[in-house]
């Protein structure tokens, strides 16, 4: 029988650093970066900082998440965003459970520029087989992670499903949007997911994590990431989620003016 | 970008229609036709009685002068609002008949009757459309409708507007066959325009023939402006206080309505702005004045959805405010019409306004519907296959005209072509019977003549109500047969009269 271990509890500070080599006149940002309560991660606390900006206004977009619009000045010649708390997390074996909304289920069969199915993602989809439906997105993202070696630096962020199904590299989020683009193809519901990871060998992350969930008639939502050839476990926390990248993001820029822009994210995920 | 161009026109209006209009145009009987001032048979209809009399005691080349002096005064009026130098008025012109179109108050009753049913469907659908989606949780309406559409705009999913309110400002396009019978060709739920040449040509009659209008009680239109601003501060955000600051966001000079947009925002004396003037500064869209920024309540804009918030939509307009979703979802103004009311008056859900409007009011719809084959199902596919060369075939999301069929004047080759079409891809394509559109006089060198029109009521939406002007904006197509009412097409439009009974 199954034994739950006792839940983890973990420390996280993400630190996203922009530097404007000629200052800026007006600039917004949309941040992403408050993870939620639900049934197997408990947020203790949570903060976000920002200096350099001014937060005009905090809402829930239609995926649940919390949003918050950051705006710079004129002269701003650099913004520093620090979000950090503790998160306590079960294990699940990936299961998120039942949809809540408010977005329909049915909005998740939705392609969008980055995740749509073309030729090679439906080339994927061929080799994959199973007897139930949890079988087939396992063999799917093996089967991704076989067709897109883990690179960091490989790929571009715009980069779609496509893109990177046609270079062969890429990173998380790369490999969230071939899961996704399949498993939408396949007529399964899915999302990305913007979180973090805590690897075991260390407390610097390199950076934050993606992965894909899809949604099984009789479990829910179940976390698939193909970048660890696993689903989320413990060391996983979920922050944000979307159809893509671009909705779960957890920045969204926009700046007026300014020259160059230059960008350092800092993450720590430690056990407490 | 959006309907930038110098062409002159009312945004997208009958375009759909108005193909199946121009093949119409020869083939429709005019003397079988309903006239709204003769009837059926030559027999004067009782809201035209004292229009006729006068009619008959002036002399035409006196009208022929008034007729010109009509076509000079709108021209001025262009030129007044520094929107249009002299050569330009002469473009932008739309041509005016000096003889109204007369509806009976029992006639209108009736018909606002149907237009506030309709309105009323329509916001309880969008409501329920971007929240719990009964209609389609009912089996009212196919979830590939919603889910497959791209008018459906998910970042209004679960916001509440202020209000409660989705289309503040609706144009409802009618057509007349009948003493009775009004048909809805289409619901304007997004940004309709032309209310300014309702204005116009009302203000131009009173002008030119005062005596008319003591002869003939007519309904009041020129207080539109005021219950426009009216309604709108009505729908402001709670905590705006008791003046709420409205304004107006145009595309700019380039667009085809920003007379429009200009002379709304003069007559309600509110601001005209365009999106550089606008920016997210503490929370709210604020305007840059001379005394720094000032927060606005309710935008009415006139900007299309896409174009409205490059942080959230479209990356590359500069025609919008950047954050002003994220204001409008947490609540900070209110944007009129709603993002995402699109939805409401896409082509592919109107053919199910009949259940729409019995599921949210659950009446019977009082105006009709143009009976609409779905050819998606497999019986209306059959029956339009049968019927092709006498009905209307459209793409479900096409517009403009493209891609349609117009059975009566197609050829045998075109109907073959498109029965292929339509057996390979049938959810793509809906079909419509073609209708015996009303006529009423036009003034001619030659006297009275009829001519086919259209009629687009303006209806505002508030907390407070549903207020709809008596009248509207009628469209009329001058050429002799013609069912195309397009300014850019040859259409031109009349003063619309509803009298008080």
């Not at chain 2, 007369?102 to 049913?117: A, F, H």
């Not at chain 2, 403009?400 to 197609?410: D, E, F, K, S």
């Amino acid at each position: 029988m199954d034994h739950d271990p006792m839940p983890m509890r973990l420390f996280i500070r993400h630190t996203t650093r922009y530097t404007f080599d000629t200052p800026a006149s007006h600039g917004l940002q949309q941040l992403r970066k408050t993870p939620k309560s639900t049934h197997h991660q408990q947020v203790l606390h949570w903060r976000t900082d920002v200096q350099g900006g001014r937060r005009e206004v905090a809402f829930e977009d239609h995926h649940n998440n919390v949003v918050e619009l950051i705006s710079f000045e004129r002269e701003a010649e650099g913004i520093v965003i620090v979000s950090e708390g503790e998160v306590e997390v079960g294990d699940n074996h990936g299961i998120v459970g039942r949809h809540i909304g408010p977005a329909p289920l049915w909005l998740y069969r939705r392609a969008t520029d980055r995740t749509r199915a073309g030729a090679g993602c439906r080339a994927l989809i061929r080799e994959v087989a199973g007897e139930t439906e949890l079988d087939r997105l396992h063999a799917l993202r093996e089967v991704i992670a076989r067709a897109i070696t883990f690179e960091i630096g490989a790929s571009l962020s715009d980069w779609s499903a496509e893109d990177a199904l046609a270079a062969g590299r890429g990173v998380c989020q790369d490999h969230t949007h071939v899961f996704l683009a399949c498993a939408r193809e396949m007529g399964f519901p899915a999302r990305y997911v913007s979180g973090y990871l805590m690897l075991d060998d260390r407390v610097e992350q390199d950076a934050a994590h993606a992965w894909a969930e899809a949604h099984v008639d009789g479990l829910g939502w179940v976390g698939f990431d193909v970048s660890n050839g696993i689903s989320p476990d413990m060391r996983y926390v979920r922050v944000a989620t979307g159809l893509d990248y671009g909705e779960a993001a957890p920045v969204t820029g926009l700046t007026i003016g300014g020259g160059g822009e230059r960008l350092s994210v800092q993450i720590e995920v430690a056990q407490q | 970008m959006a309907r930038r161009g110098t062409k002159r026109d009312f945004g997208m209006d009958l375009s759909t229609w108005s193909g199946s209009n121009r093949a119409m145009s020869g083939t429709v009987n005019e003397t079988g036709n309903f006239d709204e001032m003769w009837g059926r048979d030559g027999a004067l209809r009782a809201p035209y009685e004292r229009f006729q009399s006068w009619f008959d005691g002036e002399d035409p080349k006196n009208l022929r002068a008034k007729q010109r002096e009509a076509e000079e005064l709108f021209r001025l009026t262009g030129i007044t609002f520094n929107v249009y130098g002299r050569a330009e008025a002469e473009e932008r012109l739309i041509p005016f008949d000096i003889i109204p179109r007369i509806i009976s108050g029992r006639e209108w009753q009736r018909l606002s009757r149907g237009i506030e049913q309709r309105v009323r469907a329509i916001n309880a659908f969008l409501h329920d459309i971007y929240h719990r989606q009964e209609i389609i949780r009912a089996g009212r309406i196919p979830q590939e409708m919603i889910a497959r559409n791209d008018a459906f705009l998910p970042q209004m999913i679960g916001v509440a507007p202020p209000g409660g309110i989705y289309t503040h400002i609706v144009g409802i396009d009618l057509v007349r066959t009948n003493d009775d019978d009004f048909f809805v060709l289409e619901d304007n739920a997004r940004t309709p325009s032309g209310v300014s040449y309702m204005l116009e040509n009302r203000e131009t009659m009173l002008q030119m023939f005062p005596e008319l209008f003591s002869r003939n009680r007519v309904q009041p239109v020129q207080n539109y402006p005021r219950m426009l601003r009216q309604s709108l501060a009505a729908c402001a955000p709670s905590g705006s206080g008791g003046r709420p600051c409205v304004a107006v966001l145009t595309p700019g000079i380039y667009n085809s309505a920003y007379f429009e947009h200009a002379f709304l925002a003069d007559q309600m004396g509110v601001e005209l702005v365009e999106g550089h003037d606008l920016r997210v500064v503490d929370g709210r869209v604020a305007m840059r004045t001379t005394r720094g920024y000032k927060p606005i309540d309710v935008l009415y804009r006139r900007v299309d959805d896409d174009f409205l918030d490059a942080l959230n939509f479209n990356p590359d307009s500069a025609l919008g405010v950047p954050g002003i979703m994220d204001v409008y979802r947490a609540g900070g103004i209110t944007i009129a019409n709603a993002p995402g009311t699109g939805i409401a008056d896409d082509k592919a859900i109107y053919s199910y306004m009949p259940e729409i409007v019995e599921f949210y009011t659950g009446e019977r719809p009082i105006l009709k519907n143009v009976p609409t084959w779905r050819c998606s199902e497999p019986e209306a596919l059959t029956y339009v296959l049968d019927h092709l060369d006498e009905l209307v075939v459209k793409e479900v999301h096409g517009s403009g005209g493209y891609g349609m069929l117009i059975g009566p004047a197609a050829s045998k080759k075109e109907l073959a072509a498109f029965r292929r079409k339509l057996r390979a891809r049938p959810g793509h394509y809906i079909a419509q019977p073609t209708l015996s559109l009303s006529t009423v006089p036009i003034f001619t060198n030659k006297g009275l003549a009829p001519r086919h029109v259209d009629l687009r009521p303006f209806v505002l939406v508030s907390p407070e109500g549903i207020n709809i002007t008596p009248g509207g904006l009628t469209r009329v197509a001058l050429k002799k047969g013609s069912l195309v009412v397009n300014s850019s097409q040859g259409g031109g439009t009349k003063d619309t009269w509803v009298l008080e009974d």
